[in-house]
């Protein structure tokens, strides 16, 4: 027997209040319902540390579901900078929502912790991507996209650039379009409030991939020329976990990325790259998102997804 319908109405109504106030602790919106990024600590690029050569003497923080980490975890990996800057990989903690020390890190227990110990003020975020330095006791940067370009300056035993300078003005200009509509993109269509704030996002989403598919079918191999650079560091943690958590959890399935040809072999391309697939954790983005995003998935339940295997290579035949 069907439920009445005033208790139809009335729970849901109870429960959009209620997901209101959830998705207001999970990510801030302005008052057209788009989501926005708070803002986090240590965000300046800070100058290249006298101690960078030395083995040990820095730790990239990093956190295997996050995009945000990843692309620096890319930077460590592609140029090759295991020698003197140490990985840290913290697991997420979905019950109090913040990211923990698998054991103890200078005597922290969480990265909330290491922050507070380092001078970030009470309440500040405590995010991943972070680059810590044993020698001072301090991080020295927690944004990605300064953290990408310090890494991108460390001595490295690869002659790798990725910021090449023939490519350099294409490089920034992809960097500024990706990071709003794709990077920030795909959250603001999975935490949009309304909507006309999801329509919005979705768009410049797809709009964006798109522009970026008749880019990479002009000829070059690369999204801002013949070599690779950051601006392709910064968009593959996002189109790897498109079909993964994106189009599935946050609405991001306009069209499967195999309908973007080019965009798919670029990926297929940049995920054959040495040290690339070692970052790629399937299973754990899986379990992080549907796992621990309460307000966009109240069951906790991990629905079963495409094996990486299958997103890399020949794309499908339509």
């Not at 002009?218 to 392709?232: F, I, R, V």
């Not at 965009?263 to 995920?271: I, M």
Request: aromatic share 10%; charged share 20%.
């Amino acid at each position: 027997m069907a439920p009445p319908a005033a208790l139809v109405r009335t729970a849901r109504c109870l429960w959009q209040w209620e997901w209101q106030q959830l998705m207001g602790g999970l990510g801030p919106a302005d008052q057209d319902g788009n989501y926005r990024r708070p803002p986090g600590a240590f965000q300046e690029l800070p100058p290249l540390p006298g101690d960078a050569i030395e083995p040990g003497s820095h730790v990239l923080i990093v956190g295997r579901s996050c995009p945000w980490a990843h692309r620096a975890w890319l930077v460590w990996s592609l140029r090759q900078l295991g020698t003197s800057i140490e990985l840290e990989i913290v697991e997420p903690d979905p019950a109090e929502g913040r990211w923990r020390f698998s054991r103890p890190f200078e005597g922290c227990h969480t990265l909330a912790e290491l922050y507070q110990r380092c001078g970030a003020k009470s309440g500040t975020r405590a995010t991943v991507p972070a680059l810590y330095s044993r020698r001072r006791g301090q991080i020295c940067v927690g944004e990605s996209a300064r953290l990408i370009e310090l890494l991108n300056q460390w001595p490295s035993p690869s002659d790798l650039d990725l910021d090449p300078p023939a490519q350099q003005e294409r490089t920034a200009h992809w960097r500024e379009q990706l990071q709003q509509a794709v990077n920030d993109g795909v959250y603001r269509c999975g935490f949009a409030r309304n909507q006309a704030a999801y329509d919005r996002a979705e768009t410049s989403l797809f709009e964006v991939l798109g522009a970026a598919n008749t880019a990479l079918g002009s000829g070059n191999p690369w999204l801002s020329g013949p070599d690779l650079s950051l601006a392709d560091v910064v968009l593959f943690p996002t189109l790897i976990r498109m079909e993964l958590v994106y189009a599935p959890l946050f609405g991001c399935s306009r069209l499967p990325l195999w309908q973007l040809p080019d965009l798919w072999a670029w990926r297929s391309r940049f995920y054959g790259l040495p040290g690339v697939a070692e970052t790629c954790c399937d299973q754990a983005w899986r379990q992080d998102y549907f796992g621990a995003l309460f307000p966009l998935n109240p069951s906790g339940i991990v629905p079963a997804g495409p094996p990486i295997a299958t997103l890399i290579g020949k794309a499908p035949v339509a």
